[in-house]
């Protein structure tokens, strides 16, 4: 398995847990086969025991390569990558859960990722936000950036693209009437959110202080306020060997035209 994840057990006002990786090596290699455009075969791998990757055009590779470079700013791809642990993090989580693929493309502007439950007769019981951020300031983070974008989906300032996304996700998923789903969203009831954030450590006290006023930016229940942490120490350079070694792994892939 690339990513394991341990329950938090202390906190009482928000629910997650904290990310490690076992093996470099298998993660190196779901990434790459992620980057060359087979995430859902990915996820297949991940719980089914067997499965390789499949071979990969010479063009994917190259693709692939340029999303694990850096294009002048290094946490772009250092964030892309990150986006696709927080993917794996959550497919580890909810094995066949219904969520979007990870974007292919640096900086991209919109959700990092997206889940939706739907309950026996096709109607959204949860409409699940990701956001992802691998940086070496978390608080500073969560506090200028994480909180004020939540607010603005809790205000509905940008239901408008959550509603298009989770149309497209069920569409896909081959739901019968995917745009009646969406219009018949009690929006307040199904919003929750889900943030993942690199930390030099993952302990009860240092979530208290990193994940401080999430209750009240978004208020309610428990189930609505999910921390992920992945404890990293030198995050550009762990970042840096990893992106590496998936390039290696996108490389080996290349076998045909």
Not at 16 to 22: D, K, L, N
Not at 31 to 41: E, F, P, S, Y
Request: proline share 4%; with cysteine; aromatic share 6%.
């Amino acid at each position: 398995m690339p990513i394991t994840l341990t329950t938090f057990t202390a906190q009482k006002v928000w629910e997650g847990c904290t990310w490690s990786v076992p093996s470099v090596d298998e993660l190196a290699n779901a990434i790459a086969i992620i980057a060359v455009g087979q995430a859902l075969h990915v996820a297949n791998i991940l719980h089914s025991a067997g499965l390789a990757a499949k071979p990969s055009t010479k063009g994917a590779v190259k693709g692939a390569i340029k999303l694990l470079t850096s294009s002048g700013n290094i946490a772009h791809r250092d964030g892309w990558m990150f986006q696709v642990m927080s993917w794996l993090a959550a497919q580890v989580r909810t094995p066949g859960s219904l969520m979007n693929t990870p974007h292919m493309i640096h900086a991209h502007k919109g959700l990092d990722g997206l889940q939706v439950s739907i309950d026996g007769t096709g109607k959204v019981t949860a409409v699940i936000l990701f956001e992802d951020k691998a940086t070496k300031n978390p608080r500073s983070m969560v506090l200028n950036k994480v909180w004020p974008e939540f607010t603005e989906f809790e205000t509905g300032e940008n239901e408008h693209l959550i509603a298009a996304e989770v149309t497209l996700l069920l569409k896909g998923a081959g739901h019968s009437n995917p745009q009646q789903a969406v219009t018949e969203i009690m929006w307040e009831q199904v919003r929750r959110y889900r943030l993942s954030i690199t930390d030099e450590q993952s302990t009860e006290k240092s979530h208290a202080k990193l994940f401080k006023g999430y209750e009240k930016t978004i208020p309610g229940g428990i189930e609505r306020r999910r921390a992920e942490v992945f404890e990293v120490k030198g995050l550009r350079k762990w970042m840096d060997d990893l992106a590496k070694l998936t390039i290696k792994k996108a490389e080996a892939l290349a076998t045909t035209d």
